[in-house]
Nanobody, 113 residues
């Protein structure tokens, strides 16, 4: 079956770090670019970062210099390393296969004292 499963979310204090993981199954993972999105309560879902099938990365200005997207094709996994977290980073985080309507279930990140 085709499936994306996110993990690694939780509660962290401002300035802290989290590493999110998204593991795919049922697809040839190495063929696809992957992306992270996030959605805060009452707000539109927004794009966070992308990585192509060959490893080229792009990220939103709001997270540039703080978040890093990587992938490990041998593990069928894409990561989002989040450093210097801010309260405005609080959201549900989702991974997505680029150019497909294929999303994970999301993992919640809360940045608060």
């Amino acid at each position: 079956q085709e499936q994306l499963v996110e993990s690694g979310g939780g509660l962290v204090q401002p300035g802290g770090s989290l590493r999110l993981s998204c593991t795919g199954s049922g697809i040839i993972f190495s063929n696809y670019g992957m992306a992270w999105y996030r959605q805060a309560p009452g707000r539109q879902r927004e794009w966070v970062a992308s990585i192509t099938s060959t490893g080229t990365t792009t990220s939103a200005d709001s997270v540039k210099g703080r978040f890093t997207i990587t992938r490990d094709n041998a593990q069928n996994t894409v990561y989002l390393q989040m450093n210097s977290l801010k309260p405005e980073d609080t959201a549900d985080y989702y991974c997505k296969v680029i150019n497909r309507r294929f999303w994970g279930q999301g993992t919640q990140v809360t940045v608060s004292s």
